[in-house]
């Protein structure tokens, strides 16, 4: 693009945002002729994705910015009036810590109103799975969350949600995209106190967080225990800079858990000061929780990201050591400790099921087969986990866990998106029940690996940025799917899946079957002789591929032999895919 196309977008755009700070940021990039900075803001615009927008927050159509979600806005409403079934519709909208995450919900809230659509807006920050849950409660049609969940402090985001409270999928997700893309120009807008008097916007607090928190409560196993021994366990908690302090707080003080916070990560902030990314997966993230729970000698170690919907923890070893538990391990627990109570308790529904992404330990899978439950694989992604569960209502399966190994957890039906509140109560409870039994929870996972062998996973991020990137991420699934590895690692790949096509080529028969009955998605997925699985994924939210390792022992292998055996697969497998990754 050349400059003076250049300046003829910036100028564009600086007539139609309404919000001082970008307008003035797009101004003084234009009189400081940085033009680079301005071929990145608008060689192309932001685009509507499959769950909404995610991008940098700055000025400019490559940005996310208040006229974007305007427009974004803008197309959502034109769908919702179109496909709501109703002469009234409404939508509910939530909002993180992020720098600016309040002035984009508000401007959604305007654009909505002036549409005619009743929006129900938090009077502050709220963790995601409350928004899920609150649209359930009130109807609403659709539903908006202001969050870029765990990215850089340079991010935000637009996530967009249906009717049942899930994530928007097929054939929402592409009617609503069509109609963001025709939107042109300046759209409707409305002031929030002149919504506010004519009955179209109406400001939500307590009566929300009061049902949330005591349906988090009603999923109670043993309140009982809580109730006469949650003040033995002692609980840190960092909600790094985000929406969970509130809630998480609430729900484990509540059931007279002994909760300590980390001072310096406790109050919101967009700036995340103390971390370089806001993720508990990431181990420096979980840095001060962890120092923490060393002075305070801490039973259990617990760590939301900014909109509350992953939760990450660490526990004790024998010697006192914190060990990091991840997503894999922690769902496995959970799902374990919640089908091991149906079971004691005789409350064991008729058909329970477990929901799992494609890339989540095929542990979880015995580990419901062993109680009677049966697992369904569905895309990554929580969104194609709420609409199996919206599926189970009509064919009277009984959902009862559902989780994906990137830290995100659901235990109720009554919200349909991962929710770290109620996962951080039950893993509470379940480390709590553990200590009844004079157990720790590491002995509990090392009882799981005892009875169906040990699993370890390992993860690889290629990012692509700029420009070329979306054209080398292509280059190389193009590659692995048209030259596919006949080993990896020096382990012989039996079969792959192409989710794409939805097929299995048998590498030995050279043959191919159409039995993947999933959504088309560019994933490919690697099956080796030794049980292993290696999965190659494009991210649908950031410029990288995500190659994902997942190894196994057989079951009764002594453990210390199954670590090395395992460890060395892993070992193995990571040094062939890094040399897959272009420089």
């Known amino acids: 693009m050349d400059k003076k196309d250049l300046i003829s977008k910036a100028k564009e755009y600086i007539e139609q945002e309404k919000h001082d700070y970008f307008r003035q940021e797009m101004e003084d990039l234009l009189a400081a002729e940085k033009w680079e900075e301005l ?73 909505l109103c002036a549409n005619g659509i009743k929006t129900y807006l938090f009077s502050s920050l709220r963790p995601t799975p409350e928004l899920s849950f609150a649209m359930r409660r009130l109807g609403c049609t659709s539903g908006i969350v202001i969050t870029a969940s765990h990215n850089p402090k340079e991010y935000n985001g637009y996530k967009v949600y249906w009717d049942d409270g899930g994530q928007i999928i097929a054939p929402h997700d592409q009617g609503i995209i ?43 196993f043993r309140p009982e225990l809580m109730k006469e021994r949650g003040k033995e366990l002692k609980v840190v908690f960092t909600p790094l800079h985000g929406t969970a302090t509130m809630m998480v707080e609430r729900v484990l003080g509540e059931a007279g858990i002994q909760v300590v916070t980390v001072p310096e990560q406790r109050e919101p902030d967009g700036e995340f000061p103390t971390v370089e990314f806001p993720n508990p997966e990431e181990a420096s993230a979980m840095k001060m929780a962890l120092d923490l729970a060393k002075k305070e000698k801490a039973d259990l170690v617990m760590g939301t990201d900014p909109d509350c919907d992953r939760l990450g923890i660490a526990v004790p070893d024998e010697g006192g050591k914190y060990v990091l538990i991840n997503g894999n391990q922690l769902g496995c627990l959970l799902e ?6 149906h079971k004691e308790a005789g409350s064991m529904p008729p058909q329970p099921r477990v929901i799992k992404t494609i890339v989540t330990t095929e ?54 998106d991962k929710d770290a509140v109620s996962a951080a109560f039950l893993t509470a409870e379940m480390a709590l029940y553990n200590r009844s039994l004079g157990r720790s929870v590491l002995d509990h ?72 009955d999933l959504p088309s998605s560019n994933v490919l997925q690697f099956l080796l002789e030794t049980g292993a699985v290696v999965t190659a ?47």
């Open 178 to 220: 069509e109609e963001v893309r025709s939107v042109e120009g300046d759209v409707p807008d409305m002031e929030l106190d002149q919504a506010k008097e004519a009955g179209l916007l109406v400001v939500i607090d307590k009566e929300i967080d009061d049902a949330f928190a005591e349906l988090v409560k009603s999923y109670s």
């Open 39 to 111: 071929s990145d803001r608008f060689y192309t615009q932001l685009a509507f994705g499959t769950g909404g927008l995610r991008g940098v927050i700055g000025g400019g159509y490559n940005r996310m910015n208040p006229l974007m979600i305007r427009r974004a806005t803008q197309g959502l409403a034109w769908y919702i009036k179109e496909n709501s079934g109703s002469d009234k519709p409404s939508a509910a909208i939530a909002y993180d810590s992020r720098r600016f995450s309040r002035d984009f919900a508000e401007t959604a809230a305007r654009t």
């Open 445 to 516: 996972l090392n009882d799981i690996y005892r009875r169906f062998g040990l699993f370890r996973e390992s993860l690889i991020s290629a990012y692509f940025k700029g420009q070329q990137g979306l054209s080398i991420m292509g280059e190389l699934m193009d590659k692995l799917r048209k030259e596919s590895p006949e080993a990896i690692g020096g382990y012989s790949v039996t079969a792959v899946k192409d989710y794409l096509y939805g097929t299995t080529c048998y590498m030995e028969e050279g043959e191919s079957d159409d039995n993947i």
């Open 336 to 341: 374990d400790y919640i089908l091991l109570s």
């Open 363 to 416: 542990l979880q899978r015995l580990i419901a087969e062993s109680y009677g439950a049966e697992t369904y694989d569905v895309l990554t992604g929580f969104k194609y986990i709420a609409d199996l569960m919206k599926k189970f209502e009509f064919t009277d399966e009984d959902y009862v866990f559902g989780g994906e190994e990137s830290y995100g957890y659901l235990i109720e039906t009554e919200v349909r």
């Open 537 to 583: 994924r494009p991210s649908g939210t950031e410029p990288k591929i995500k190659f994902y390792a997942s190894c196994r022992s057989a079951a009764g292998v002594p453990l210390d032999q199954a670590e090395k055996d395992v460890a060395a697969q892993l070992a193995a497998i990571r040094e062939e895919l890094e040399s897959w990754i272009p420089d």
